[in-house]
C-alpha cells in the first residue's frame, strides 16, 4: 500500500502507474463496508493491472461553522488496514494546509442544483465538495471515479460538474449499502446512542413504505410525502426533509409524482443528521 501525504508524492506514484487504468474512490475516511464496497467495485474494474487509488481527507470546506468537522472521527490506521483488506493500491491523504495553502482563493459554483435540500440546509456545502473533488481529480487523473448512491446530491452535482467542465473521467454511481436492519451505512452511525440507533431505522422503513405506496399505484405527491414524515416522526426523528424529487432537477414533484423519482429523507436524531434514498426508475 502506497500512502501519499502530499502532491508530490501522489503525482510522483502517478507517474509511475501512466499507462495504467486508475479508478479512484474518494473519502472522509472513518471507513466502514459502504466504502468498502466502492473500492471493492473499484478493484473489480480496474483488475488486476489496473490502480485502484483512494483518499481519505475531511475537508474543511464542505463543512459549515456549527457542524462536526472537528469532531468527525479519523481512525487513520483502522482505515489503512481496511483499504488493504479492501485490495486498494494508494492511498491519498493530504493534511488541509497542503490542499489549500495560504492564498488558494479559487472555488466552483455548483450552481441551482448546489442550492436545494442539503444545499439548503447546509449553505455552501456542494461549493466545498465541488471544489475539493475538482482538485481531486486535477491530481489523481482517474479513468473513474466511483461514488455512492447514498449521497445522491452530491453525485447528481458532481455529474454535472464532470460534464460542465468537460472532466475526462467517467463516474460511477454505487448502490448503497445497509445495515442488516435497513439502516443506510454512514461514518455519522457511530455518534447514535443505541436507543438512537434502534430509532433511526424508522429511515429506510419510511423510504421503503413510500416506495411501496408508489408501485401499488399511490402517486399523490402529498399522501407518499406525509405518510413519510409520519413514520419518521413517530419514532421520535425530526424530519428536515421527505420528498419525492425528479431525479435530474432535484425538483419535488407536486401534485402527480412521476417516474423516474427519487424518495429523499434527511432526519436529525439529537445532534446527528442522517440522510437516505431510494430511486425509482
Ligand atoms: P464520505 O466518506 O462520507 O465522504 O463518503 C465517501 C463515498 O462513500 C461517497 O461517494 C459516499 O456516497 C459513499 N458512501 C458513504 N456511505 C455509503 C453507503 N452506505 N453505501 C455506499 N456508498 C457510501
Known amino acids: ?11 510522483n506514484f502517478r507517474h509511475t502507474v501512466s499507462e495504467k487504468k486508475v479508478i479512484f474512490v474518494p473519502t472522509m475516511g472513518a471507513l466502514h463496508e459502504g466504502h468498502g464496497s466502492l473500492v471493492q467495485m473499484a478493484r473489480r474494474l ?10 481519505i481527507f475531511v475537508n474543511p470546506t464542505q463543512f459549515g461553522p456549527n457542524e462536526d468537522f472537528h469532531k468527525y472521527p479519523r481512525p487513520f490506521e483502522q482505515d489503512v488496514a481496511n483499504l488493504i483488506r479492501w485490495e486498494a493500491d494508494v492511498i491519498f491523504s493530504p493534511s488541509p494546509e497542503e490542499m489549500y495553502p495560504a492564498g488558494s482563493a479559487t472555488s466552483i459554483d455548483p450552481g441551482p442544483l448546489g442550492n436545494v435540500l442539503e444545499g439548503a440546509i447546509r449553505p455552501g456545502h456542494f461549493k466545498g465538495v465541488c471544489t475539493v473533488v475538482a482538485k481531486l481529480l486535477g491530481i489523481v487523473e482517474p479513468a473513474a471515479m466511483i461514488l455512492g448512491q447514498k449521497d445522491f446530491q452530491q453525485q447528481r452535482i458532481l455529474r454535472q460538474m464532470i460534464t460542465d467542465l468537460n472532466m475526462p473521467v467517467e463516474l460511477i454511481t454505487a448502490p448503497t449499502a445497509r445495515e442488516s436492519d ?12 443505541s436507543d438512537q440507533r434502534a430509532r433511526a431505522t424508522a429511515i429506510y ?6 416506495q411501496n405506496q ?3 399505484g399511490i402517486r399523490d405527491s402529498a399522501v407518499l410525502q406525509a405518510g413519510m414524515i409520519e413514520q419518521i416522526t413517530q419514532a421520535g426523528l425530526e424530519v428536515q ?8 432537477t432535484l425538483v419535488p414533484y407536486t401534485g402527480i409524482v412521476g417516474a423516474p423519482c427519487v424518495l429523499l429523507i434527511a432526519a436529525k436524531l439529537g ?3 442522517l440522510i437516505d434514498n431510494v430511486l425509482i426508475s
Open 1 to 11: 500500500m502506497h500512502i501519499c501525504k502530499t502532491i508530490d508524492e501522489f503525482r
Open 46 to 55: 480496474a483488475g488486476s493491472s489496473g490502480v485502484v487509488a483512494t483518499s
Open 214 to 216: 408508489y408501485h401499488s
Open 241 to 248: 426533509y421527505a420528498l419525492a424529487c425528479d431525479p435530474e
Open 182 to 193: 435497513g439502516l443506510a451505512m454512514s461514518s455519522r452511525n457511530r455518534y447514535l446512542s
Open 271 to 273: 445532534t446527528t443528521r
Open 205 to 210: 422503513r419510511a423510504l421503503c413504505h413510500a
